[in-house]
């Protein structure tokens, strides 16, 4: 299973770190990945690392403000999130066991969090 922690309130121009702790099996060498659903829209891709070079994907808006990193030894990824903007408001979900190539199509997950409430005040 997949837990995630880390969310909260924060002003715009803050930072928030999101850590993704997996079990059970749920950790994957291969793609793991982040997505957000804001409030009344559909659930998106947020952030992807791939494979065993780590190398990783962002959401076009997101690009230079967020990082998604693994740490293989604690089974945890993570999402530090800087210069938030009111926009990046949603709850923010990990996942595991991703397709390497559809790594920004949730349907190719095999295992979510429970998801973390993150709220970017003006």
């Known amino acids: 299973q997949l837990q995630a922690s880390g969310g909260g309130l924060v002003q715009a121009g803050g930072s928030l770190t999101l850590s993704c702790a997996a079990s059970g099996g749920a950790f994957s060498y291969g793609t793991m990945g982040w997505f957000r659903q804001a409030s009344g829209k559909e659930r998106e891709f947020v952030a992807a690392?791939?494979?065993?070079?780590?190398?990783?994907y962002y959401l076009d808006s997101v690009k230079g403000r967020f990082t998604i990193s693994r740490d293989n030894a604690k089974n945890t990824v993570y999402l530090q999130m800087n210069s938030l903007k009111p926009e990046d408001t949603a709850v923010y979900y990990c996942a595991s066991r991703g397709s390497s190539a559809y790594y920004a199509d949730q349907r190719s997950y095999d295992y979510w969090g429970q998801g973390t409430q993150v709220t970017v005040s003006s």
């Open positions: 690392i791939v494979g065993g070079r780590g190398n990783t």
